[in-house]
């Protein structure tokens, strides 16, 4: 029966036109979405469950693997996933976005087939409709080096993921009703560090243990909602040494700032005496300050864990300081065998300049989040479906928003699908302006860009003097201070339509995220995948036959 699986899977595979080679291996996963009540802050409330698991369970890949994932949905309610940082190459189809897929039905199941090529990195999956991410359904995802490949650093001990964001007690319904009638979401009611917080049952638990003298590799993700988080251990430093698929420059730090969405990799080694110790997560730029702590345990240890927390930085200074001292490993090996060095970003010429500014305004008395002043709608026919049917002119307008800003942003708001073209393998600067009092974040499906650069005030062209052409992070999401920008560029030669988007959940819902599409000149197979046989096919496109296939 498994070989007859296999072969199936296979054949779609062929069918799809997603080439791969025999010596790639396959991940096979099936996952039910259900239900399940839990108390992470000492309250009962629904959550989402992967396989019964809050957080779901690890995925773990190594560079050019091909996963599948057959996920059944037993929720009352349609249901996607995405996998956060994942580049999807020529396959925007698996990306899991209300913009790339139709949702899977309640008590349906549909199974994503992707291949993590040429990446490696930690990074994590979530729901991504509605408010179904406050809910959880969320997991990690590292994608680890080929054995060919060398790590510019000893294998350490262990590999632990450690998944940090703030929550809500209220359900992901409620919070839905809330930004459906008008209202803000105010003030998560705690961290959670892997599910669980001080006030959880098992809160006296080592959440992890380690052996004097060995040193081990935490993969540390802000899966939050809205905060971006503070991290740190208990009388131990940390040696950053990835950075969302990038290899980065060895710096040691007492903290981290992590915003949403954001991934880091960092090696601790068990160094003090042997006893118990504080892993602390604590809230960034708010008045009152969340924290949380999940108890770290020496294997020969005695004694429990100091009271006395360290203190976390205070100011958005001290977080851009750190931003900037984060800087790409130039002679380190990532996916490929060639230094990440040898791709000169800094000497390739800017085409084409897209300055967006967030904003906050009220749409016939309600809340609304916008870019440009419009502020993003999903449409009842996936929009990446639209443009493959040609039915682009009944579900949405190209280029809605203008490369710059209006000069009345703020003050009125359009709501509609937001969608800009790109021309395929241009090299595109972005800027992210923020007039606002709070920290942004952004993350950009399908690509890695260069943080170049981040800056209080606003962006003029004057400012590029300052980017950072050398050795900036190849990343896929980026903070933006209040009152600041940030400069990312990147080269967008992977056709599909990508989600660039807030990360946080009260701004993605409202409408502070757009897609960009990068289609194929050709139509050909060598730059996008063929839409999959299993593809799920709603709205307009529903009954529609299928148009003819790219050829190579």
Known sequence: MKSIV???????????????????PYLFFTWNIT????????????????????????????????????????????????????????NSWQDGTPGTNCPIP???????????????????????????????????????????????????????????????????????????SGRALGRPDGILINGKSGKSKESDKPLFTMKSGKTY?????????????NFRFQSHKMKMVEMEGSHTVQNNYDSLDVHLGQCYSVLVTADQPPKDYYMVVSTRFTKTVLTTT?????????????????????????????????????????????????????????TRTIKLVNSASRDKGKLRYALNGVSHIDADTPLKLAEYYGITDKVFKFDVIQDSPPDTVGSTVTVEPIVSNLT?????EIIFENHEQSVQSYHLS????????????????????????????????????????????????????????????ERRYLGQQMYLTVQSPQRSLRDEYNIPDNALLCGVVKDMPKPEPYII
């Open 6 to 24: 296999i072969a199936v899977l296979v054949s779609l595979t062929v069918r799809a036109a997603v080439v791969v080679r025999a010596e790639d």
């Open 446 to 505: 399908g690509y890695s860009f260069f943080a170049v650069g981040i800056e209080p005030g606003k962006w003029t062209p004057e400012k590029r003097k300052n980017y950072n052409l050398l050795d900036a992070v190849s990343r896929h999401t980026i903070q933006v201070f209040p009152k600041a920008w940030a400069a990312i560029m990147t080269t967008f030669d992977n056709c599909g339509m990508w989600n660039l988007r807030s990360e946080g959940i």
């Open 217 to 229: 590799k935490y993969r540390v993700c802000n899966v939050g909602l809205k905060n971006s988080l």
């Open 35 to 90: 239900y399940g009540t839990i108390s992470p802050l000492g309250v009962p409330q629904q959550c989402i469950l992967v396989n019964g698991q809050f957080p779901g369970p690890n995925i773990n890949s190594t560079t050019n693997n091909n996963v599948v994932v057959n996920i059944f949905n037993q929720l009352d309610e349609p249901f996607l996933m995405t996998w956060h940082g994942v580049q999807q190459r020529k």
């Open 294 to 350: 999940a108890i770290i345990s020496y294997a020969d240890g005695k004694g429990p864990a100091s009271p006395e927390l360290p203190e976390a930085p205070v100011g958005w200074a001290w977080s851009l300081n750190q931003f900037r001292s984060f800087r790409w490993n130039l002679t380190a090996s990532a996916a490929r065998p060639n230094p990440q060095g040898s791709y000169h970003y800094g000497e390739i010429n800017i």
């Open 106 to 180: 309640p008590g349906k199941n549909y199974t994503y087939h992707f291949q993590v090529k040429d990446q490696i990195g930690s990074y994590f999956y979530y729901p991504s409709l509605g408010m179904h991410r406050a809910a959880g359904g969320f997991g990690g995802l590292r994608i680890n080096s080929r054995l060919l490949i060398p790590v510019p650093y000893a294998d350490p001990e262990d590999d632990y993921t450690v998944l940090i964001g703030d929550w809500y007690t209220k359900s992901h319904t409620q919070l839905k009703g809330f930004l459906d």
């Open 424 to 428: 395929h393998r241009t090299f595109i």
